[in-house]
Structure formats: structure tokens, C-alpha cells
């Protein structure tokens, strides 16, 4: 069954851990990726702890985008590179055994192997959809999430423009989490209107 994994909106206010409580609160959600983007590391240093403590505090597993060290100093439960960012014999030499990292695949079969046979905790595929959050370099299909689900027991994240409308295929094909950020913060209802209604999602 397909899990919500949240990724946080690129620019936040102070207090916004009171906005991501209520999302959290809202159903089940198995990881929060803090991808801070608009903010500086010295905004990260402020802003990212409330919202980790928000996260743990609802069992929910954090991750922080590019940056192995800040994810170690911060207490996070792993990292999320990109292809361009830290290698990962770096993080994992950087976070050691036991931490989450996953890894951008796009839409690549050999990068996502490459990754799994380097001890990868996890693949990410996309984008899946248009996106507003960031310039998607690929677009992937549903059909790779399928072929990933049925070879591969490392978990793959579907990530793009993912939003409750379109959602449905890519947990048909097998995504084991959904990486949603506009699909939740933009959301017509609010943030945590959206939450239950993937929680019905993926139920159904």
C-alpha cells in the first residue's frame, strides 16, 4: 500500500509547524522531506528543528533535501540527494548504517539500479506530472514504477506534480510512497482536507 510522503512547501513562516501538525494530524503520512529551498542554511538552522520535532512527535520519519552533514547536525532520519549533489559513499559515510537516504533516479532504470546496489534505502522516480515546484529535467511513466515494483524489493517514491486527481495509476503501478508537496499545501480545501482525501486514496 502506497504511503503519503510530504515534502514541505520551498518558502515557510515562522510557526509553520503549527500548518504541518494539523496536515500531520490529519491521516497517516510516512515522511516529511524538508525542502526548504527559498531559505538560506542559516534559516534551515531555525526553522527546520520545530518541524522536525512536529514530525517525530506524530512518528513520522524526516528527511532533509542535499545535505548529508546539515541532516546529521539537525537530527534527521536521513537525506535526499539528487543526482548533483553529494555522492552517496559521501552521505552514507556522512550519516552512517542506520540513517535513510534516498536517491533521484528520474526516469532511469540503470541510475535507480546503480543506486540500489550501492545500499540506496530508496528510489525516486519522476516527474510523473507537470510540477510548479521545481524544472522537471524528465518525465516518467507509471510503466517504470511497475517494472521497479515487480524486480526490486528497495521502495520507489513516485515524485511530480502529484496532486489526490492524479495519484491513482502510479499507486495502481505499484509506488510504495507518493511524494506530494503542491498536491497539499495548494491544495482547494486546505492541507489537511487534502491528507484525508489521499488517505481515502490509497484505502481504496
Request: charged share 20%; proline share 7%; with cysteine.
Amino acid at each position: 500500500m502506497a504511503e503519503l510522503y510530504i515534502l514541505t512547501p520551498p518558502r515557510i513562516e515562522p510557526g509553520f509547524e503549527t500548518t504541518l501538525d494539523a496536515a500531520l494530524s490529519a491521516g497517516p503520512v510516512g515522511a516529511l522531506q524538508i525542502r526548504l529551498k527559498d531559505h538560506s542554511r542559516e534559516d534551515l538552522l531555525k526553522l527546520a528543528p520545530p518541524l522536525i520535532k512536529c514530525a517525530h512527535r506524530h512518528g513520522v520519519a524526516v528527511i532533509l533535501n542535499d545535505d548529508p552533514q546539515l541532516a546529521l547536525d539537525l537530527g534527521c532520519d536521513g537525506v535526499h540527494i539528487g543526482q548533483q549533489d553529494a555522492p552517496y559513499a559521501l552521505a552514507r559515510k556522512t550519516l552512517g548504517p542506520a540513517r535513510i537516504i534516498g536517491v533521484t533516479c528520474h526516469d532511469s532504470r540503470h541510475l535507480a539500479m546503480e543506486a540500489g546496489e550501492k545500499g540506496a534505502d530508496y528510489v525516486a522516480f519522476g516527474a510523473f506530472f507537470p510540477t510548479t515546484t521545481k524544472a522537471a529535467k524528465t518525465a516518467a511513466d507509471p510503466e517504470l514504477i511497475e517494472w521497479w515494483s515487480q524486480l526490486f524489493e528497495i521502495p520507489c517514491v513516485a515524485i511530480g506534480g502529484i496532486t489526490v486527481d492524479n495519484a491513482a495509476p502510479l499507486i495502481a503501478a505499484g509506488a510504495d510512497y507518493l511524494a506530494v508537496s503542491g498536491g497539499i499545501w495548494n491544495h482547494e480545501a486546505g492541507p489537511v482536507e487534502a491528507v484525508r482525501a489521499f488517505a481515502q486514496l490509497v484505502k481504496a
